[in-house]
């Protein structure tokens, strides 16, 4: 989608720190850091958010979006130390870009609620 | 895994409210739900943490979980208003049962940072 900011990031028209990509799924650095690492991982595919998850296509990008977050965590020396991934959907989840995205925040002690 | 109280409870040895359930995903509320809908999805089969996620059958199965927790989210009612997935991984991400689990929050407006 022309308009969507993180298709045009996985597409490369606007730059990102990339830190891992897969053939369907792109992560990158988050430029609103809560944690000393904060990446957000998205399917390269255009999926608005999590309701239109309910599809095995969608199914199969969301899972190599959390296996690609998983090998990233790994890189980014989070084992065994841990970290939290984190979906946001619509108002009430805090989405603030429509292009669904997997947040993996580490390097800290995540806290009790999320939110 | 005999002392898993996951494992047990995917098995009914214990009880818990179960709200979805398919071949290889079951979806209960949590005991200490930090909002009005907060349900755990969790794979059948045993995966300790998410450090063990890297693999395709963990992939796949991590894919059905989530894909469980939309489902379940729409009978719940958190459609159009929206929802947080979380996944804790290892001492940093809180996690506190070590069989892989995604919560399902929503029913309130989630804040941020996630914890």
């Given amino acids: 989608m022309a308009d ?3 298709c045009r990031i ?3 028209d606007i730059p990102a720190t990339i830190v891992g ?3 369907d799924a792109v992560a990158f650095r988050d430029l ?3 944690a000393p690492v904060h990446i957000l991982v998205i399917p390269t595919r255009h999926i608005t958010t999590m309701f239109d998850a309910d599809t095995d296509l ?3 990008a969301v899972g190599q979006c959390i296996r690609l977050a998983v090998q ?8 065994p130390g841990g970290y939290r991934l984190v979906i946001n959907t619509a108002k ?3 989405q603030s870009v429509f292009h669904v995205h997997v947040h993996l ?3 800290r002690a995540m806290a009790w609620p999320p939110g």
Same sequence: chains 1, 2.
């Fill in 4 to 6: 969507c900011i993180f």
């Fill in 10 to 12: 996985a597409a490369g």
């Fill in 21 to 23: 990509r897969t053939e």
């Fill in 32 to 34: 609103n850091p809560q």
């Fill in 58 to 60: 969608a199914e199969v």
């Fill in 72 to 79: 990233v965590a790994k890189r980014e020396g989070l084992e």
């Fill in 92 to 94: 009430d989840g805090g």
């Fill in 105 to 107: 925040l580490g390097g």
